[in-house]
């Protein structure tokens, strides 16, 4: 059974930081790129970030493009995504998935987790 484990969210003031944490189980891990997505009930899913199975390619939206940062941990089955000079409007839940398509906002077929909250206070 594949499970998405999601953690690290909470409450920060604009200008802050934050580390989110993916953990993944119930399949090969480093056979499959990785993505994190966000949701807020206005705007519904936005794709944020993906990296490719090996962790050496990496894409953002443009909306995050040089404040956050993904990684992974093949060994660990984890994947990261560092959340850097956030925003108000970065305030979402987030979710990291798989088989969700670079750049599509919404993949009906792919796997999430629980989500972790983050919310920036102005």
């Known amino acids: 059974e594949v499970r998405l484990v999601e953690s690290g969210g909470g409450l920060v003031q604009a200008g802050g930081s934050l580390r989110l944490t993916c953990f993944a189980s119930?399949?090969?891990?480093?056979?499959?790129?990785i993505s994190w997505v966000r949701q807020t009930p206005d705007k519904g899913f936005e794709w944020v970030s993906g990296i490719s199975n090996d962790g050496e390619y990496t894409y953002y939206a443009d909306s995050v493009k040089g404040r956050f940062t993904i990684s992974r941990d093949n060994a660990k089955n984890t994947v990261y995504l560092q959340l850097s000079n956030l925003k108000t409007e970065d305030t979402a839940m987030y979710y990291c998935?798989?088989?969700?398509?670079?750049?599509?906002?919404?993949?009906?077929?792919?796997?999430r987790g629980q989500g972790t909250q983050v919310t920036v206070s102005s």
């Open positions: 998935a798989k088989d969700w398509i670079f750049n599509s906002n919404w993949e009906p077929m792919a796997y």
């Open positions: 119930g399949f090969v891990f480093s056979d499959y790129a």
